[in-house]
């Protein structure tokens, strides 16, 4: 059985930063990513990462976000730098199986305000 488990998250002041880490067992993962969703919007991809590294992320957090995995964990990481308050969403781990298709974390708040 998958299982993704999220933590970090949290209320920061704009220009400050979060880390978000999610732990996922039970399968193997190609791709392992973030999405976001904010109130009265549609769910967005934020970064995602294969098993060899290959990066991809929304052109709105290119230059501030870095997602990270350790694939003998099983853990990919998103850091959070120069939070903006339009980074205010709901992050949501999202991850990509060999066998199962795609599973979805809890969600973990994240907002941004002064």
């Known amino acids: 059985q998958v299982q993704l488990v999220e933590s970090g998250g949290g209320l920061v002041q704009p220009g400050g930063s979060l880390r978000l880490s999610c732990a996922a067992s039970?399968?193997?993962?190609?791709?392992m990513g973030w999405y976001r969703q904010a109130p009265g919007k549609q769910r967005e991809l934020v970064a995602s990462?294969?098993?060899?590294?290959?990066?991809n992320y929304a052109d709105s957090v290119k230059g501030r976000f870095t997602i990270s995995r350790d694939n003998a964990k099983n853990t990919v990481d998103l850091q959070m730098n120069s939070l903006k308050p339009e980074d205010t969403a709901v992050y949501y781990c999202n991850v990509l199986t060999v066998r199962f298709g795609v599973y979805w974390g809890q969600g973990t708040q994240v907002t941004v305000s002064s």
């Open positions: 039970g399968s193997i993962f190609s791709i």
């Open positions: 990462i294969n098993g060899g590294g290959s990066t």
